[in-house]
């Protein structure tokens, strides 16, 4: 079945360092991939999504390109803040022959803190 | 629009008892999907509802859940002779259209079952 693999955490960096969280996945048919965001006492939010090969995402900074060779989809940020700091979620959905509706399968999420 | 809403944010039971959970999506959006998030996952995927038809279940959702959108508006997650093991927080989304559509999710209702 489709499944996502998201890098161990919790990530600690200072303000201003780079980012990278490692997803990668295995899925039936042809996935849209998305990255969640879920800031402390709020709900999850899209951070950004890439629904074919090559493609990149992006939004507030963040990035990721959907490779399909490598079934990857790594987060990047040049420059974090504080105000980063959020468990994020990877996660794809699949329409194999029309039967699955969209639903998500998400990673186990990466806790990110970012000190000043 | 005010975006997904999930009421009640937070519900303590004993172990035993019914709990019924609802949320109203997006007014405009057909699709409607309830997740299961335990402490330290990722959401788990529960059961989906297209307009008034539940379309899929996960094998997660056993015999004491059932779920119902009349009128393909609201829904309900109703969970019967409350166990432990269904402490979690769960999660509504909804989207517009098509399975490659952005999914919108409620702030979640928190159950603590004791």
């Known amino acids: 079945g489709d499944s996502v693999t998201q890098m161990e955490g919790p990530v600690t960096l200072s303000e201003e360092a780079f980012l990278t969280i490692n997803c990668t996945y295995t899925?039936?048919?042809?996935?849209?991939l998305f990255w969640y965001v879920q800031y402390p006492g709020e709900g999850l939010q899209l951070l950004l999504k890439?629904?074919?090969?090559?493609d990149k995402g992006s939004n507030k900074g963040f990035e990721a390109t959907y490779r399909k060779e490598t079934t990857s989809f790594h987060l990047e940020k040049g420059s974090v803040q504080v105000s980063d700091s959020a468990v994020y979620f990877c996660a794809l959905s699949t329409n194999a022959g029309g039967t699955s509706y969209g639903k998500l399968t998400f990673g186990q999420g990466t806790i990110l803190t970012v000190h000043p | 629009d005010t975006g997904v809403s999930q009421n009640p944010r937070h519900k303590i039971t004993k172990r035993g008892q019914n709990v019924t959970f609802r949320c109203d999506p997006i007014s405009e959006h057909n699709r409607l999907y309830w997740y299961r998030q335990t402490l330290g996952q990722g959401p788990e995927f529960l059961t989906y509802?297209?307009?008034?038809?539940?379309?899929?279940k996960s094998r997660l959702l056993s015999d004491r859940f059932s779920a119902e959108r009349p009128k393909g508006s609201f829904s309900t997650l109703e969970i019967q002779r409350t166990e432990q093991g269904d402490s979690a927080m769960y999660l509504c989304a909804s989207s517009q259209g098509t399975s490659r559509d952005e999914q919108y999710f409620g702030p979640g209702t928190r159950l603590t079952v004791t």
């Open positions: 890439a629904t074919k090969a090559d």
């Open positions: 899925a039936t048919g042809y996935p849209s």
């Open positions: 509802f297209q307009n008034e038809a539940q379309l899929e």
